[in-house]
């Protein structure tokens, strides 16, 4: 019963929206030039559109047939010799260690080494840090991430970690650089 009562009074009721106005054209005194260039939409009288995006119509199937789905082309990876056998580090024997030149507007000399990987392959990496003590035949842990400005350098030395020790004295990101916590002074 209640709700017949409402559905009659919602039939009898008035609609509560109005339909929009056109607004005509002798009242706006708009420049000719400019509503030739460019109408706008309020002036017109048209609600301006909420923008919404159409959704991709899927290919047809002679599309299809002719070869319109092309898979996208793989990145290459940053550092090959670790990913294609999908491990985070290797241990490797350092081979030779020496310096690089960094890329053009950079200077100075990168510290890097030749290390032999337990999978067989040679790489250079770099040895991050202020001093270093490795020499050949040194047992290191070999990291991805390439150095930004040294070309041929793809992959970072692990510090603190086997025969490759920590940076000493470094007080702030010690553990990037293998570097003990510093003793605090006892007072006596």
């Known amino acids: 019963m209640v709700v017949g009562m409402l559905f009659r009074r919602l039939a009898t009721a008035a609609p ?12 706006i005194a708009a420049p ?22 159409t959704p991709a119509r899927p290919a047809t199937i ?24 999908n491990a985070p580090m290797k241990k490797g024997v350092c081979l030779k260690v020496g310096i690089v030149r960094p890329k053009k507007p950079n200077s100075g000399e990168r510290k890097t080494a030749r290390v032999r990987l337990s999978t067989g392959r040679v790489i250079t990496a770099y040895i991050p840090g202020e001093g270093h003590n490795i020499q050949q035949h040194s047992v290191v842990l070999v990291r991805g991430g390439r150095s930004q400005d040294c070309p041929g ?3 970072h030395l692990v510090r603190g970690a086997l025969d490759l ?5 470094r007080m702030t990101s010690r553990s990037k ?12």
Request: some cysteine; overall charge positive.
């Open 16 to 27: 509560s929206w109005r339909p929009m106005a056109r607004i005509s054209s002798p009242v």
């Open 32 to 53: 000719a030039v400019a509503s030739i260039a460019k109408p706008s939409l309020a002036l017109r009288g048209i609600a301006a559109r909420a923008f919404s995006t």
């Open 62 to 85: 002679m599309q299809v047939l002719r070869g319109c789905r092309k898979g996208k082309r793989a990145r290459h990876a940053t550092s090959p010799a670790l990913s294609s056998i």
């Open 153 to 155: 350098v793809r992959y």
């Open 165 to 169: 020790g920590g940076v000493n004295n």
């Open 177 to 188: 650089y293998g570097a003990k916590k510093p003793k605090k002074a006892t007072v006596a």
